[in-house]
């Protein structure tokens, strides 16, 4: 569904000089400096896949997606989308995208958002019987049929960010991008958020590539993720294949014993492990190093302190995960 190969996307940026004098200079000769925002990216993604696409301010998320919606021409490379190229034939390739950016709305800012809706039904040429089936499930999953006859002005921004989110897909796109679609936005507007993309990609196989800060949102909907920094993709893979790799030498388990830890018992246990943390008087959890210790052993050992109820081995938080890497940086590329 999407092909990606070898894309580039550079800018020519003016190099203001400093001072008084350089001001003056300015007036008549300008340098140029070339800013890489996009390096050499390759990927392709099956249709019917949720891909999350992350990494730190800067990192070249946005330009990406603009070039895959065909907002910005690629200065290198090739990007074909269902067959189509996004910046040659844009009436064609529109008809098969939806797209998001953070909270920009595509709705009319005085109109009621059901009269947003039949412009936009009418500007895709939405078949009626279709057009009703999709305000059907919308109205079911999103329950915003109240909100029909109000003016998007008089939205909260929950409520416009997802009148925004099902007007995406009053055509059906094949492909949906979604760039931050939830910042600023609490836990309950998230989560209906995230139940409605796992319907639509269910029920019509649409493909969704997400960009977020929000890395919560990756472990509960994407099945891969690409990692980019600096304009390079630096990692692509599920995501348990990015913890395993990022946070291999960790291990997180969570001890409970069947009756409360005497505190010198405690203190002799914790020194087996990197970190301990008490949850209650008879849980912990505990981290150690994977490399250097033998889980099993360690099980062993807690049994001087006490009998075991139950072990739970964790995986490592996405959240953790990113952080770490970004403070080591330097990590190699895999792809």
Known sequence: MIHVKNVFKEYLQNKKRSGVL??????????KRVIKAVTNISFDISQGEIVGYIGPNGAGK????????????????????????????????????????????????????????????????????????????????????????LPVRKLSLGQRVICDLAAIFIHNPKVVFLDEPTIGLDVSVKHKIQMFIKLMNEKYSTTFILTTHDLSEIEKLCERVFLIDEGVIIFSGTVDDMKDYFCQEKGHIIVEFKNEVPQDQ??????????????????????????????????SKMNVCGDLKDIQVLSNNIEEIIREFYEKKGVEKIV
Do not use: C
């Open 22 to 31: 350089g001001l003056f200079k300015d007036l008549f000769s300008t340098e």
């Open 62 to 149: 946005s330009t990406t997606i603009k070039m895959l919606a065909g907002i910005l021409t690629p200065t290198a490379g090739e990007i074909l989308i269902d067959n189509v190229t996004p910046f040659k034939d844009r009436k064609r390739f529109f008809k098969k995208i939806g797209v998001m950016f953070g909270q920009k709305s595509q709705l009319w800012w005085d109109l009621a958002v059901i009269e947003s809706y039949n412009l936009l039904a009418m500007i895709y040429d939405v078949d009626p019987k279709d057009y009703q089936e999709r305000l059907k499930i919308i109205y079911e999953y999103l329950g915003i049929e109240p909100l029909m006859h």
């Open 266 to 299: 405690v203190n002799k246990l914790s020194n087996f492990f990197e970190q301990s943390v008490q949850i209650k008087p008879n849980k912990y959890r505990f981290i150690y190093n994977k490399e250097t210790e033998e889980l099993g052993k360690l099980i």
